[in-house]
């Protein structure tokens, strides 16, 4: 979400929404951008969970899950778009000793700071 606090933010971050690919695909559909996020997300078994509380809004993001379905093709671009992209990356959880965010995620197998 790109209104998310400030804290969560780094400047490395990008708004999927933004891509090209994705705002493509969006028109093409005749769609909001989030939607084509959110049918990349269910179709790769992911659980999306949308920020929404109006009833319609709730109800689109459903349809937008379970209708007009991403070609193979569209899927296909959309893979080229994937940066393994988290918004939320957990700064606020740091323990004593740990350095990054990327503490948090073990991105390369080592736990690291923290230990006894």
């Known amino acids: 979400s790109?209104?998310?606090?400030?804290?969560?933010?780094t400047d490395e971050d990008v708004v999927d929404m933004?891509?090209?690919?994705?705002?493509?695909?969006?028109r093409k559909h005749g769609v909001?951008?989030?939607?084509?996020?959110?049918?990349?997300?269910?179709?790769?078994?992911i659980i999306p969970i949308p920020l929404s509380t109006k009833v319609k809004n709730l109800r689109s993001n459903f349809?937008?899950?379970?209708?007009?379905p991403l070609t193979e093709e569209e899927l296909t671009m959309l893979e080229a778009v994937d940066s393994n992209n988290r918004l939320i990356k957990g700064q606020v959880f740091l323990w004593e000793g740990a350095t990054s965010w990327r503490d948090l995620w073990?991105?390369?197998?080592?736990?690291?700071?923290g230990q006894s």
């Open 2 to 9: 790109p209104n998310r606090p400030e804290r969560d933010r």
């Open 18 to 26: 933004e891509h090209p690919i994705v705002v493509e695909l969006a």
């Open 32 to 45: 909001h951008p989030a939607s084509i996020c959110l049918k990349w997300a269910a179709g790769n078994g």
């Open 63 to 68: 349809e937008s899950v379970h209708s007009d």
């Open 106 to 113: 073990d991105e390369d197998g080592t736990i690291t700071g």
